[in-house]
């Protein structure tokens, strides 16, 4: 559908006490894909129309309490840079602030059916920001408040993967929208964005030695193992032209086009399942996570018809807040998620029942240690990058854990999620489904021609 958007005002907003300008030295794990991701949340109306100056006063309230949060979440009022002497990416905390859209639409959201699924008309919900040669020039956070003709709200979200993980983006947003709502500020999370206990701890003399130089030639981490059974094609050689990298995946895809589809599952079927999974595999437990992360990873295999003997592999991230020794803790920013890997052949994942497939998982998650996590994060300070091919891998994101219901403004709860697209649209992302109490979602990209098979093998339900 078309959905005309009127900007309204274009503004840069600061920390409203500026911090003293430092440089933020990233890992590994933060510069491999520096890419704005983009989500959009949905808000009902909960104004009337004879209240629509309340309404205005919120999305003002809403900018002065970003500019507040932004003192304590400065880098995202930062810009990236490349250091001259390493190469590698940094954060400028130069305070040059977040760019925030002021928007209005004449449609209604009713008028975009169900929210949580894909439309192009979202890409006019978030800030477009232009290409650039220089990677210091684009801000890291940007922001498009849009309001609808019924009375409700979009917030359009982007922000650099190398500023924040899932779980930092979240705390961002979580606090912005406690200070805007009114909230007691006491009660937030004091935010940790130093890298330098990750990077001390990869380069301790006490931590494992990577004694590779390439990331190719670390096969005793099973995530990097994995990906070089299969061939690669695309690789940087390093962080100057990540650009060029990302740009590689778009030629990878599909005859037809790749085309973002959002399926959803029942909690009642996910529970039938974990239930099942216990009694006939003998598990001593199994996680929502577990369930849906062994169904799409089968759907999707099979809708693809590989060849029997084809090598295939699941991926997914796994926090390591908790993981390495001592903990970074819950209000580490940065990225901190390592990968866990699953390898077999085709007819292997087709022919085994569903608890087979979430042994195989679970026994992936047991390998993340802190050794492991140090030897991967240290693989990624090599100079050279990986990107696998994308047929034959699987990637399983969890945001299941994020209740982005709770994400109030101080216009309600957030009625509907959608993710826009990402580096790599084949992730598959693993969500709540908002518009649906008692549901999942699951968004995930695939080639045109195998998304009737991806949706008949993702509904059935027979294990």
Not at 194 to 206: E, K, Q, V
Request: charged share 20%; glycine share 6%.
């Amino acid at each position: 559908m078309e959905l005309k958007v009127s900007l309204k005002e274009t503004l840069t907003l600061r920390p409203c006490e500026p911090s003293k300008r430092q440089t933020i030295e990233l890992s590994g794990l933060d510069r491999i894909s520096p890419a704005i991701l983009y989500t959009i949340f949905f808000y009902k109306p909960q104004l009337s129309d004879e209240l629509s100056s309340e309404a205005e006063d919120v999305v003002e309230r809403a900018k002065r309490a970003l500019q507040k949060v932004l003192v304590s979440w400065f880098p995202a009022a930062g810009r990236l840079r490349i250091n001259e002497g390493t190469g590698k990416l940094e954060i400028d905390c130069n305070n040059e602030g977040v760019t925030m859209i002021i928007a209005a639409t004449d449609s209604k959201l009713e008028e975009l059916g169900r929210l949580h699924e894909y439309k192009a008309c979202y890409e006019n919900l978030v800030p477009q920001l232009l290409e650039a040669d220089d990677v210091s020039v684009n801000p890291l956070v940007v922001v498009q408040i849009t309001r609808f003709a019924c009375g409700g709200f979009s917030v359009g979200v982007g922000s650099s993967h190398a500023l924040f993980d899932g779980p930092g983006a979240f705390n961002f947003l979580a606090s912005w929208a406690h200070v805007s709502s009114g909230k007691d500020e006491c009660d937030l999370l004091v935010p940790n964005h130093s890298r330098d206990g990750l990077l001390h701890a990869i380069y301790s003399p006490n931590s494992s030695p990577a004694d590779a130089s390439s990331i190719y030639e670390q096969d005793h981490i099973a995530a990097i193992q994995d990906l070089y059974s299969i061939p690669m094609q695309a690789m940087a050689s390093n962080d100057r032209c990540w650009e060029t990298a990302l740009a590689t995946f778009s030629q990878i895809d599909p005859p037809g086009g790749l085309q973002l589809v959002t399926l959803c599952i029942g909690k009642e079927v996910v529970e039938t399942w974990k239930g099942l999974a216990i009694e006939q595999g003998k598990l001593s437990k199994c996680s929502t996570f577990d369930v849906l992360c062994a169904h799409i990873w089968k759907a999707r295999v099979k809708a693809l018809m590989l060849h029997p003997r084809t090598n295939i592999c699941l991926q997914f991230p796994v926090d390591c807040r908790s993981r390495m020794d001592p903990p970074l803790g819950k209000n580490f920013t940065g990225n901190a998620f390592v990968l866990a890997s699953v390898s077999c052949k085709v007819s292997d994942l087709l022919q085994e029942p569903l608890h087979n497939t979430i042994w195989r998982i679970q026994a992936a998650k047991d390998v993340i240690t802190d050794e492991y996590i140090k030897l991967y994060a240290k693989a990624l300070e090599s100079s050279d990058k990986f990107f696998p091919s994308m047929r034959e891998l699987t990637i399983v994101t969890d945001w299941l854990k994020f209740p982005f219901n709770a994400l109030d403004f101080g216009w309600g709860k957030v009625s509907s999620a959608a993710i826009l697209a990402t580096p790599v649209p084949e992730t598959a992302f693993l969500m709540l489904n908002l518009e649906q109490s008692a549901g999942f979602l699951v968004r995930i990209g695939i080639g045109r021609q195998h998304v009737q098979d991806l949706i008949t093998n993702f509904n059935n339900f027979n294990y």
